[in-house]
């Protein structure tokens, strides 16, 4: 196989949905939280585009994009999972039903007194933690923020615009979550993360029903629902939120749920690869440009999870996310724009190779993709470092990718 694109179709094939798996992500769930999404005033849902030429050209019926990077002009999706999880918090803390509260009411000055001090802390590649850092600054409240080694300057800056204490790891991901973690139980900080571990649940479940109300938006603009659908995964709050959802919606036959990973950071692509689905790490740097999805641990609850319901899993080297946001950013005549940054962009890439590339032709079988296939892609994020944008998307960096992929085929 070629290390430019694997495929995995998932060994544990599941006979029926278990409801108790899904209930977290039932529909009255899921309207809570996005009722509660809306109440804050640049709440405004994003774009869900139809690519009907792409879909022509790459003999599909249908390829939907939802458009990510105008949610609530922070350029990417993750402020879903954090506004939600902070509300919740904050609604534990003045004993109040988060159904009874808006985000207006949180910043509230009576609110505040009654809150006292609080700082939130989060380990983040970036997107997660400018969203972090966006809630707490309009609520008038501090956030700690630390970002693995090699993390981009330009995020970092987004992250110190929104007034938070930002600083630059020397380690990976994973270490800068235990890091943060310590942190907290040193300053009495609130964590606010992403993934989860036995005996830090309730949180990154709020995060993941934040993030399934994209899922709620999308069924909303969509005509009819996806065949298949092609999530990023980096600790998997995401993939599990949106797959949740859809899960719950359609437990009689529900989308076949396609995970795309960065090859330097395949956990869930290599614990798909293992007969008995033990779940795998991947440790050390994780060097790709896909930076939201350098993440080596699993969130376990997603894990059990995806493991479980997931159809299949993609792991990519860097050049599948460069040609993604090349497509994106450069439609065929009809079909829309859309920004798409190298974490968001992977699954287009992915995508496209699948069904233009003769050498991949038994992958797309094995994914089950075919004429009838209506594909739902989500680009999670946009330009998010316009200068890496743009030395990909302008100049052209990460070029080699079918001399690469057919070198590596023998074709
Ligand atoms: C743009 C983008 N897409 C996808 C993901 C993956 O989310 P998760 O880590 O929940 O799998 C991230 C994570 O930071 C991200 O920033």
């Known amino acids: 196989m070629s290390d430019v694109l694997k495929t995995e179709k998932n060994r544990r094939q599941w006979s029926h949905v278990d409801s108790s798996d899904v209930q977290e992500f039932s529909e009255a769930k899921i309207d809570t939280v996005l009722s509660f999404q809306r109440t804050h005033d640049r709440y405004a849902e994003t774009p869900l585009r139809s690519l009907d030429a792409l879909a022509g050209e790459l003999g599909v019926s249908k390829v939907y994009v939802k458009d990510e990077s105008y949610r609530f002009g922070l350029n990417a999706f993750k402020v879903m999972g954090g506004i939600y999880a902070i509300a919740n918090c904050l609604a534990e803390k003045l004993k109040l039903p988060i159904e009874d509260l808006s985000f207006e009411m949180l910043k509230d000055k009576k609110v505040k007194e009654q809150l006292g001090d609080l700082t939130f802390i989060s380990a983040t590649d970036g997107n997660h933690g400018r969203g972090i850092a966006w809630v707490a600054h309009e609520l008038g409240l501090k956030s700690v923020i630390r970002m693995p080694k090699g993390s981009s300057l330009k995020r970092l800056e987004a992250i110190q615009a929104e007034g938070a204490d930002v ?22 900080y609130l964590m606010i993360q992403d993934t989860s571990w036995p005996g830090y649940e309730k949180i990154p479940l709020w995060i993941m029903q934040g993030y399934a109300a994209i899922a709620m938006e999308i069924l909303d603009q969509l005509p009819e629902p996806p065949t298949h659908i092609l999530l990023q995964a980096g600790v998997g709050s995401y993939a599990g939120g949106i797959a949740g959802y859809f899960l719950h919606k359609y437990p009689e036959a529900p989308p076949k749920i396609i995970l795309v990973e960065p090859n330097q950071a395949d956990c869930y692509f290599k614990s798909f690869e293992n007969e008995d689905g033990a779940m795998q790490s991947v440790g050390g740097e994780m060097a790709t440009i896909m930076a939201g999805l350098a993440c080596g641990e699993p969130n376990q609850a997603a894990y059990e999870f995806l493991c479980k319901y997931a159809y299949g899993a993609i792991s990519c080297s860097d050049e599948v996310t460069a040609l993604g946001m090349r497509i994106y950013g450069n439609p065929m005549k ?78």
């Open 334 to 411: 009809g079909d829309a724009q859309v920004i798409s940054g190298e974490s968001g962009a992977v699954t287009m890439g992915a995508l496209y190779l699948l069904c233009s590339e003769a050498a991949l032709v038994s992958s797309k079988k094995e994914l089950a993709i075919d004429r009838s296939s209506r594909v739902l892609l989500i680009s999670t994020e946009g330009d998010t470092d316009a200068e890496s944008y743009r030395n990909i998307v302008w100049k052209g960096e990460y070029p080699n990718l079918l001399g690469k992929l057919r070198d590596e085929l023998n074709v």
């Open 167 to 188: 600083e630059i790891s020397d380690v990976n991901y994973d270490e800068t979550v235990r890091i943060c973690d310590q942190m907290a139980r040193e300053n009495g």
